[in-house]
């Protein structure tokens, strides 16, 4: 093969794995659909950074100003924060992820929440130029999801607090497999919040879920599945 052509092919497979770097992944679903799950398996296979807007706020909540103090109230009495302020707290961790050399690419887990957050979080990619994003719906029943939340269990070590899906092997795990801490079932997986859970789904994420498939980046997998095949639906579906 002429040296000119070797080249050639180098220097495209190189571009490739450039713009692959960058690779973006939204893990849409119901609560309690697994998307936590396979953003892990995500993480461990790829090196992908996970951004978790519940994270993001949390720790937002805990500086003393007006908007942490005000946050930490909202977020105590299980109210949403608003899109200014989750959208902020994005830019800013889009920002150190764009300046971080070891950047392979980043899972949004359960967000955007809204359609506008869809727009803005868009525009917000092409400003930094990540082109590659792919939308994976994580596909439960109604009943599915309250049967799985009305069973999972949390870790009570204030330091983990992993949550353990009721799925697969998940469901005769006795300790935490993270920090061996006791688990306990959720307060907030009662019936009632369920219910509020799934009907927020329906109003305000499906309109996303509906977004991404018109414009061609939505990958829909079978989330009754096990965990293995569900991971593996994705990996192929990403190829």
Request: aromatic share 10%; glycine share 8%; with cysteine.
């Amino acid at each position: 093969m002429p040296s000119t052509e070797i080249f050639s092919k180098f220097c495209a497979r190189c571009y490739f794995l450039k713009k692959m770097s960058k690779q973006v992944i939204i893990l849409l679903g119901k609560s309690g659909s697994g998307k936590g799950t396979q953003a892990e398996l995500l993480k461990e296979k790829f090196g992908f950074s996970h951004i978790v807007s519940g994270d993001l706020l949390r720790n937002r909540a805990k500086k003393l100003d007006f908007s942490g103090k005000k946050l930490s109230r909202i977020l105590t009495h299980g109210g949403l924060a608003p899109t200014c302020i989750i959208f902020k707290l994005w830019l800013d961790r889009i920002e150190r992820l764009e300046n971080s050399k070891n950047f392979k690419g980043v899972l949004l887990d359960g967000n955007p929440r809204k359609i506008k957050e869809a727009y803005l979080i868009d525009e917000a990619f092409e400003w930094y130029e990540w082109k590659n994003i792919k939308a994976i719906l994580i596909d439960v029943s109604d009943k599915e999801a309250s049967d799985r939340l009305g069973k999972r269990r949390i870790c009570q070590n204030k330091k983990c607090g992993k949550i353990i899906p009721f799925v697969g092997a998940c469901k005769d795990i006795q300790k935490c497999p993270k920090c061996s801490g006791r688990l306990a079932f959720r307060n907030d997986d009662n019936p009632e919040s369920v219910k509020k859970r799934l009907v927020w789904f329906k109003t305000e994420v499906q309109p996303v879920v509906d977004y991404y498939q018109k414009t061609g980046r939505l990958i829909k997998v079978n989330g009754e599945d096990t965990i293995e095949n569900i991971f593996k639906s994705i990996l192929e579906a990403l190829k």
